[in-house]
């Protein structure tokens, strides 16, 4: 049986994430917790399918989460009392630096 995705991305190589699972009902109408929570489930899907932990820090060699910080969706490293590594849809853009 199949059902749609509740959330996908392409990826520049043509692969396409996909997860099940549903978003919460609770997240409402915030974008930011939309975006967390989307960053969320495909992080899940990729570390399914490749058996690695995924995104991990550059600085810290952590895994990262997707969490709320400020109104933004970021990639939060827990390392070192934690800290921002990028907004999510910015890792390895050269994006905003915590
Ligand atoms: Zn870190």
């Given at each position: 049986m199949h059902t749609d995705p509740a959330a996908a991305a392409a990826l520049p190589d043509g692969r396409v994430l996909s997860a099940d699972g549903g978003l919460p009902?609770?997240?409402?109408?915030d974008f930011a917790q939309a975006v967390a929570a989307v960053a969320a489930l495909l992080q899940e899907d990729v570390m399914e399918r490749t058996w690695r932990v995924w995104p991990v820090c550059a600085a810290d060699g952590v895994g990262l989460h997707p969490v709320v910080r400020e109104g933004d969706a970021v990639w939060w490293c827990?390392?070192?009392?934690g800290h921002e590594a990028a907004v999510v849809g910015g890792l390895g853009a050269g994006g905003r630096q915590a």
């Amino acid at each position: 049986m199949h059902t749609d995705p509740a959330a996908a991305a392409a990826l520049p190589d043509g692969r396409v994430l996909s997860a099940d699972g549903g978003l919460p009902p609770a997240l409402g109408d915030d974008f930011a917790q939309a975006v967390a929570a989307v960053a969320a489930l495909l992080q899940e899907d990729v570390m399914e399918r490749t058996w690695r932990v995924w995104p991990v820090c550059a600085a810290d060699g952590v895994g990262l989460h997707p969490v709320v910080r400020e109104g933004d969706a970021v990639w939060w490293c827990a390392a070192g009392g934690g800290h921002e590594a990028a907004v999510v849809g910015g890792l390895g853009a050269g994006g905003r630096q915590a």
